[in-house]
């Protein structure tokens, strides 16, 4: 085997073309791996919750390329760059907000797009990374653990996009949004009993949010979580057929392209919301496991980047992207088997669509930056 990179006068060992490869685009190559492994398994399991459609997985391999090439642009902005930008990312996209809610395009009874003629983008993805990078900003330039008054200022950043996402209404994002900005308070070391005092002061709120802010059709999905059998063949239909899909997969699965619930057109939303739905009863219990664990390694990898990384601002960041993503797996994973309500939330990597993809790449290349930049900084 050829290998390069060896210099004599400073007796470092030799390097493999691969790893230069990876160190020449700031790559991780065990994060690249398992994200590869993820969109590779979203692929496989498209095509049969598709109906054997190429087109479909075509476009979503169109998709996948779009995102990957996002995720190798931003793992060449250093995190230094990223923390000067988070402000005005952040501003950029509250006033992207607030145009959604002024003359948005509305679609299947939502106003979440804004459609510029040569592209139609939803500003609410992109406050998944622009909160966590505005909340890590801010926070960094004080002492830790911050103090109430900077905790409180902080959740001002996180509810003000939070509210104009669920006004949209988009709650699946508002929550994911929500997440990120609460894991990088998590990460600056805010206490655990401040943490439950914010978990109680959100329980109080519940009735409130439940009678004056949430739609029709979000408490008619709470209702259908709590009892999906009341309505068999109308709002409880997605829940009942999954959790059919789910659990006729057994042990082992029915095997690739042999799932009656999504073959015959009894699973609802096979490709997007559901998709998990399809891979349990094509794969199994076994089949399942090997996914969630894989799910776990990524979010550990990004975890372990966190721990690893130089200052206040990567740390905060990379371990609230990490969780986030794990925040996706948990919720979809949740509505799915019956565990959570509906709220539109895709599985990651996995589910069909671009904007997610595309979002969650954008979030891998962040993470790459910054286990780039501490290789960097330790030579």
Same mark, same amino acid.
């Given at each position: ?6 210099? *004599? ?60 090439? =996002? ?75 911050? *103090? ?110 042999? =799932? ?51 200052? *206040? ?51 891998? =290349? ?14």
């Amino acid at each position: 085997m050829a290998y390069y990179g060896y210099d *004599r006068r400073q007796n470092n060992p030799p390097t493999s073309l691969s790893r230069m490869i990876l160190q020449f685009f700031h790559l991780d190559g065990s994060l690249l791996i398992l994200i590869s492994l993820l969109c590779g398994v979203g692929l496989l399991v498209l095509y049969s919750a598709s109906g054997e459609s190429v087109r479909i997985v075509n476009r979503q391999a169109m998709h996948l390329a779009a995102a990957y090439a =996002g995720m190798l642009l931003l793992a060449q902005v250093s995190p230094q760059t990223l923390q000067r930008w988070s402000p005005w990312l952040f501003l950029l996209g509250l006033l992207a907000l607030l145009a959604v809610l002024l003359f948005g395009e509305i679609g299947k009874g939502a106003q979440r797009w804004i459609n510029l003629g040569f592209i139609r983008f939803q500003p609410s993805e992109m406050m998944k990374l622009a909160v966590p990078m505005m909340v890590a900003w801010y926070l960094s330039a004080f002492a830790m653990p911050p *103090r109430s008054m900077r905790i409180l200022m902080a959740m001002l950043l996180v509810l003000v996009p939070c509210v104009m996402i669920g006004m949209q209404p988009d709650l699946g994002t508002a929550i994911l949004v929500g997440s990120a900005g609460f894991f990088v308070l998590f990460f600056a070391g805010m206490r655990l009993r401040l943490i439950a005092g914010l978990l109680v002061v959100a329980g109080t709120m519940v009735p409130v949010m439940w009678y004056f802010f949430m739609h029709a059709y979000q408490r008619q999905r709470v209702l259908t979580f709590l009892n999906p059998e009341s309505d068999p063949l109308g709002s409880g239909y997605h829940i009942i057929q999954s959790k059919i899909a789910i659990g006729s997969g057994g042990l082992y699965g029915k095997g690739w392209l042999n =799932g009656s619930q999504s073959q015959l057109d009894f699973l609802p939303e096979s490709s997007t919301d559901f998709i998990f739905a399809v891979f349990g009863e094509e794969f199994g219990w076994f089949g399942v496991v090997m996914l969630l664990l894989l799910y776990l390694l990524v979010v550990i990898r990004g975890l372990m980047i966190a721990a690893n990384s130089q200052d *206040r601002y990567a740390r905060m960041l990379a371990g609230s992207l990490s969780m986030t993503f794990f925040v996706y797996l948990v919720v979809n994973v949740g509505m799915v088997t019956g565990m959570l309500p509906v709220v539109g939330v895709p599985l990651p990597l996995v589910s069909y669509g671009g904007t997610s993809a595309v979002t969650l790449m954008l979030g891998f =290349g962040i993470l790459m930056s910054i286990q780039s930049d501490r290789r960097l900084l330790a030579r």
